[in-house]
């Protein structure tokens, strides 16, 4: 199992990362929570990591945060919800803010996640009511790399799980001069939980 990495960030294609580890690139998934605080590429970074196998896929997962791995991994436990839901829950709403929801039952809020619908929102109200508790005290394959930072933004929004329409519209209605494609990337996401 993989529990850590540290070494240099060679690439960042939200959410896909590339940390290279004594000449080993290691391909990982992160929350847009992670990808927004990572620093630049060539600097060092380190990364709690979830490490999945599955029939016919491997995959790591990389957070910034010890507390935002436990939540990636008590999310799971809902029936229904898999590592791409539980990647959009991280990057939709901090740690503090889903366990607030949660613990408020707020279904309606929960719903504004990609990928979460009514029923799973009240699944996941139910059965993680009281596993929410302590979590936030817890000390591109395939993709073509785009040219600009709204388009960027577009590519990252569609693999959180966002119809490429919808992508487009909050990408734009986000982007202001100068952004960076992180920064339109967060204000989409906080105008979609309006």
């Known amino acids: 199992m993989i529990g850590r990495l540290k070494g240099i960030l060679v690439s960042k294609q939200p959410p896909w990362l590339v940390v290279d580890v004594g000449g080993v690139g290691y391909e990982?998934?992160?929350p847009m929570s992670t990808v927004f605080d990572l620093p630049e590429t060539g600097r060092e970074v380190a990364l709690f990591t979830h490490y999945a196998v599955k029939e016919d896929t491997v995959a790591l997962y990389g957070f910034l945060r010890e507390n935002e791995r436990v939540l990636f991994r008590t999310i799971q436990k809902v029936s229904g919800i898999g590592a791409k839901i539980a990647l959009a829950v991280l990057s939709g709403a901090s740690t503090d803010e889903f366990a607030r929801l949660v613990q408020a039952g707020d279904i309606a809020a929960l719903?504004?996640?990609?990928?979460i619908g009514k029923k799973t929102a009240e699944r996941i109200v139910v059965e993680l009511r009281d596993r929410v508790d302590g979590i936030a005290a817890v000390p591109g394959a395939g993709v073509a790399v785009p040219r600009d930072a709204q388009s960027e933004a577009v590519v990252a929004l569609q693999q959180l799980g966002y119809k490429p329409a919808e992508a487009a519209r909050l990408a734009k209605d986000a982007a202001t001069d100068?952004?960076?494609?992180?920064?339109?990337?967060r204000k989409a996401l906080k105008a979609a939980l309006r």
């Open 178 to 185: 100068g952004d960076s494609a992180e920064a339109i990337i």
């Open 28 to 30: 990982l998934e992160a």
């Open 111 to 115: 719903t504004r996640i990609p990928g």
